[in-house]
């Protein structure tokens, strides 16, 4: 079994997030969505997919007929292999329409002793869920950083804890990914 590092980047979020990550190539797409939930910070309460090349994988939809092809039987080897040299895109929650441009920067052969998935870092906190994209994170933080904003006061109360788009609450993060890691970890026979 090969180890890819995974640089995955939210596209257009300024200050930047960004995480890497060392995730088995043969971990199901639907497995490596979780990873990518619990590295980010993200809860996990909408729709997602990955696209590479002309393909696009996600969970079956009962109320929205498409063409995609099952996240539950592919894995980051096949859509690394459709990818090409372009990056994966995995696309969460498609009101706020969070774009994730993930890269393979290696592949490497499993370490003894290592649990897989493991978060190896983190920059920037990910925008809070349901905050209403990119513009509406936008004005999240222009509201919290000016008590003079006509939205502050809500957008405090609505977040209600403080928020430092700059510092990700990396132990947190690397736990919830490492809780993943040892749910899913083999079992010797």
């Known amino acids: 079994m090969n180890i890819a590092r995974l640089h995955i980047t939210l596209d ?19 497995r490596l969505h979780l ?3 619990a590295a980010m910070g993200w ?17 079956p939809d009962p109320g929205f007929d498409n063409d995609a092809l099952p996240v539950a039987t592919a894995s980051l080897v096949d859509i690394i292999a459709a990818s090409g040299a372009a990056p ?8 706020d329409d969070w774009v994730h441009l993930i ?10 002793g290592n649990l897989y998935p493991k978060l ?8 809070p869920e349901d905050v209403g994209g990119l513009p509406g ?8 950083a000016d008590k003079r ?3 502050h006061r809500h957008l405090t109360e609505w977040h209600g804890a403080p928020f430092d788009p700059n510092v990700p609450e990396t132990d947190e993060l690397k736990l919830a990914v490492l809780k993943l890691a040892k749910k899913w970890k083999p079992t010797k026979k």
């Open 12 to 30: 257009g979020v300024e200050p930047s997030v960004t995480r890497t990550l060392q995730v088995p190539v043969i971990l199901r797409l639907d």
């Open 43 to 59: 809860d996990d309460a909408h729709l997602y997919a990955f696209l590479a090349g002309n393909k696009r994988w996600s969970p």
């Open 103 to 112: 890269t393979v920067q290696t592949t490497d052969a499993v370490v003894p």
């Open 149 to 151: 904003h006509p939205d």
């Open 120 to 127: 190896v870092d983190a920059l920037g906190q990910c925008p």
């Open 88 to 95: 994966i895109r995995y696309i969460y929650d498609f009101g």
């Open 35 to 37: 990873v990518i939930q």
């Open 137 to 144: 994170y936008q004005n999240f933080l222009e509201a919290l």
